[in-house]
């Protein structure tokens, strides 16, 4: 565990320096379990249409995406980028697929995570491991269903993700992403800096590459490229942004587990309106299925 100091440092680091030089492990480790969850340790945005609590937003787009990629008991999963396995002991209770293979680059959080599979006694159902999700320990045509759930923006890089995601799918198998984007660019000066104001402050924290900063159609351009078909990218920003924003506005004391650093910028960016904070940032959900032949 660092210090104090080293861990006051570190996020003064990456909140005040847009080029904090912190890989996206690093960045994983000071935000560590500071979930606004106060049940599970989700660090997902959550999916809002009909949710009322963090926890049920959270848990809501995880069953989002387990629905699009139509998730079942049959099924072999891989989960790129699984935080602290959340979704995969949700999916685990609630879709029961044959096996859940998670891949994670933080080993903080596959510690933490595998424990807490193990505390559910579901090692048998859910192998958690540390791996990239651009050079996948999986062989080939292995599973029916990869997803990535608020992760694929990190990838170096996301194409990468896409052709090892189709190698390891077999034929039929699906693919499903939630993931963030930037907006298209807006025709009025001042809506057009608030977009590049709010992308480049979430893609410089949050280690997105510029190689990543593309629009739907882009998007769905790279998996039809990677050899995938029946593509859909949809925006879901208003059911993501704007309810999650007016949700924590609400309920400050929900920030409570953060670095109080974190929570001072938390904190003053939410007396902002959400249309600003949020205006250069999109939110898909994705699908994908590589041919039965």
């Not at 996020?11 to 049940?39: C, Q």
């Not at 049920?56 to 935080?83: H, K, N, P, R, Y």
């Not at 029946?230 to 929900?254: E, M």
Request: charged share 25%.
């Amino acid at each position: 565990m660092p210090s104090p100091l080293a861990n006051f440092l570190g996020y003064l680091n990456w909140l005040a320096r847009p080029s904090h030089g912190l890989s996206t492990s690093e960045v994983y480790d000071l935000i560590a379990t500071a979930s606004p969850t106060e049940h599970g340790l989700y660090l997902n945005l959550g999916y809002w249409r009909e949710a009322e609590t963090m926890d049920d937003a959270s848990e809501a787009l995880a069953m989002l995406v387990a629905d699009a990629g139509g998730m079942t008991s049959g099924d072999i999963v891989l989960d790129c980028g699984f935080g602290f396995a959340d979704q995969d002991l949700l999916w685990a209770r609630e879709r029961q697929p044959q096996q859940i293979i998670g891949l994670n680059i933080t080993a903080s959080q596959v510690e933490r995570a595998r424990q807490r599979v193990a505390d559910a006694g579901l090692e048998d159902r859910i192998d958690l491991r540390e791996g990239s999700a651009t050079g996948m320990p999986v062989p080939d045509a292995s599973v029916d269903l990869v997803v990535s759930l608020e992760s694929a923006f990190h990838y170096q890089t996301r194409e990468d993700f896409f052709a090892e995601a189709f190698r390891v799918l077999r034929p039929g198998g699906r693919l499903v992403t939630a993931d963030i984007l930037p907006m298209p660019r807006s025709s009025r000066f001042v809506t057009r800096m608030r977009q590049r104001l709010s992308w480049y402050l979430v893609a410089s924290r949050f280690n997105i590459p510029e190689a990543n900063r593309y629009l739907i159609q882009p998007y769905e351009m790279k998996l039809e490229a990677a050899g995938f078909d029946g593509v859909g990218v949809k925006s879901i920003r208003d059911d993501v942004y704007a309810p999650l924003h007016d949700f924590l506005a609400a309920n400050p004391r929900l920030l409570e587990r953060q670095h109080w650093l974190a929570k001072l910028l938390a904190r003053a960016t939410l007396t902002r309106k959400a249309t600003n904070v949020y205006a250069g940032l999109d939110y898909i959900l994705a699908v994908a299925r590589k041919p039965a032949r």
